[in-house]
């Protein structure tokens, strides 16, 4: 009999002791009244298609960017396709894609013969072939869009 009231006593000052430890949240201001500082206002529309014979959903979202040099200005766009769900999903989210503007090489299967390289533009979602003209020492677009791309790299392998 002794033991259990021992044992009662004992549970009750461990009880005790751990609602006394248990730490009081505090009150912070910050996260009831939120402040947002000043900043340019967001497009919040975008441009919606649905394919009547498919019933793909397209939207797109143009992100405005500013003009580069000589009024050279890509096109940014954040784009949804309904029927890409089912693909392997992006860094954004299953059916979800960002245009993008690049310079890749393509080797056409052929790693140790670099003579039949192609370096290819991609930019506006247009791929355009990229020609190399050893007299400006500069790339032009095969078909003339008057692009012109400059190796400026200067890597030991030429690329």
């Known amino acids: 009999m002794k033991k259990q009231y021992l044992l009662i006593i004992t549970l009750i000052i461990i009880l005790a002791v751990s609602v006394i430890a248990t730490p009081v949240e505090e009150y912070k201001p910050f996260l009831h009244k939120a402040n947002v500082p000043e ?7 975008g441009i919606s298609e649905v394919q009547l014979f498919t019933g793909e959903e397209r939207f797109t979202y143009p992100i405005a960017l500013p003009p580069g040099t000589n009024g050279l200005q890509p096109r940014l766009e954040l784009t949804y396709e309904s029927h890409k769900t089912k693909d392997r999903p ?70």
């Open 39 to 45: 900043h340019p206002k967001l497009l919040t529309s």
């Open 90 to 159: 992006t860094i954004l989210g299953t059916g979800w894609k960002l245009t993008e503007n690049y310079v890749q090489l393509n080797i056409n299967s052929t790693l140790n013969n670099a003579t039949d390289d192609i370096y290819e533009l991609v930019f506006d979602g247009v791929k355009y072939d990229l020609l190399y003209i050893k007299s400006e020492e500069r790339f032009h677009t095969e078909q003339e869009t008057f692009f012109y791309i400059v190796n400026e790299t200067g890597a030991p392998n030429g690329h």
